[in-house]
């Protein structure tokens, strides 16, 4: 059974340039409209998704996530990006705080990285042990397969980026103010353990890449190309998800319009330019 490599070869994308942000927006649109369709049928069938985004630091998942969740409403789309265990979490079962946050019947939820941070971030940064990352590889494809059985739709994507992107990605993050929260100490390690993160991936995929729950790779040295592939590919892997349009009587109003009103207070001034720029 083979990976889903990314769609296109190394040479292929460095002879494509970069899709513009005006054609990723034309040719996301329609898309839009398909996974507020694929989010109708979830709420009407009852079906749990669920998708991991997996990849290095810069690799694109949060605007992947973004990008999914958008146009959805956010009571039945979550994203969840857990924070690093508690002192009580540590002693649990390693699994076992992620169970609560899986979906209920009609549910979507995103994870922005999930409980593969031991085979990953944990295991080169040596916050795990080698029992433990051996325990979790042997564990997980068993975890996952209960949750498919169960019914759950489960979809796994890593998001590929060579080295020379990412650090173009981090040097953007430090010289962008509204980005440069995003960086840190992890990140600037990591830099130096590439290497060690692609033999860990690796090991991760010939171990839990399985029939129940299968890996995709997708190409994200093109951060927008990359998300088009990958919501194209999770749409077109779910059942056939079109609905009837859904009816409602919309009268016009028997009565002119009415205006806000108000008695107790005021709505504060516009924003005005001019005085922020005196600021």
């Known amino acids: 059974m083979a990976l889903l490599a990314p769609g296109h070869s190394r040479a292929h994308n460095e002879r494509?340039?970069?899709?513009?942000?005006?054609?990723?927006?034309?040719?996301?649109?329609?898309?839009e409209a398909d996974l507020v369709a694929m989010a109708r049928w979830a709420l009407k069938t009852g079906a749990r998704v669920v998708v991991l985004f997996e990849g290095?630091?810069?690799?694109?998942?949060?605007?992947s996530i973004l990008a999914v969740?958008?146009?959805?409403?956010?009571?039945?789309?979550?994203?969840?990006?857990?924070?690093?265990?508690?002192?009580?979490?540590?002693?649990q079962w390693y699994f076992q705080r992620y169970i609560a946050h899986l979906p209920a019947a009609?549910?979507?939820?995103?994870?922005?990285?999930?409980?593969?941070?031991?085979?990953?971030?944990?295991?080169?940064?040596?916050?795990?042990?080698?029992?433990?990352?051996?325990?979790f590889l042997k564990q997980v494809p068993v975890f996952e397969k209960l949750l498919v059985d169960d019914g759950i739709l489960l979809f796994k994507y890593w998001l590929?980026?060579?080295?020379?992107?990412?650090?173009?990605?981090?040097?953007e993050r430090?010289?962008?103010?509204?980005?440069?929260?995003?960086?840190?100490?992890?990140?600037?390690?990591?830099?130096e353990k590439y290497d060690e993160y692609t033999k860990a991936r690796e090991a991760m995929l010939a171990a839990t890449h399985?029939?129940?729950?299968?890996?995709?790779?997708?190409?994200?040295?093109?951060?927008?190309?990359?998300?088009?592939?990958?919501?194209?590919?999770?749409?077109d892997r779910l059942p056939d998800t079109r609905l009837p349009d859904a009816s409602f009587e919309f009268p016009p109003?028997?009565?002119?319009?009415?205006?806000?009103?108000?008695?107790?207070?005021?709505?504060?001034?516009?924003?005005?330019?001019?005085?922020?720029?005196?600021?």
Request: aromatic share 8%; net charge neutral.
């Open 210 to 235: 399985t029939k129940a729950a299968p890996w995709t790779l997708v190409d994200f040295n093109d951060q927008r190309r990359g998300r088009l592939t990958l919501v194209r590919n999770l749409l």
């Open 16 to 31: 494509m340039k970069h899709l513009k942000k005006k054609k990723y927006e034309e040719l996301f649109e329609p898309l």
């Open 56 to 63: 290095r630091d810069t690799a694109g998942k949060g605007g």
């Open 160 to 171: 590929c980026t060579d080295q020379a992107e990412q650090e173009e990605r981090f040097l």
């Open 106 to 135: 009609g549910e979507i939820v995103l994870f922005d990285r999930s409980w593969y941070n031991r085979a990953g971030v944990e295991q080169v940064m040596g916050y795990a042990d080698e029992k433990q990352v051996d325990a």
């Open 174 to 191: 430090l010289d962008d103010p509204l980005k440069r929260w995003k960086l840190s100490p992890i990140d600037t390690a990591a830099r």
């Open 253 to 279: 109003l028997e009565h002119e319009p009415s205006k806000e009103c108000y008695t107790a207070l005021k709505p504060i001034a516009d924003y005005d330019p001019a005085k922020a720029q005196e600021r």
């Open 69 to 91: 969740a958008g146009p959805l409403n956010p009571r039945q789309c979550r994203v969840m990006a857990l924070p690093k265990p508690t002192e009580a979490e540590k002693t």
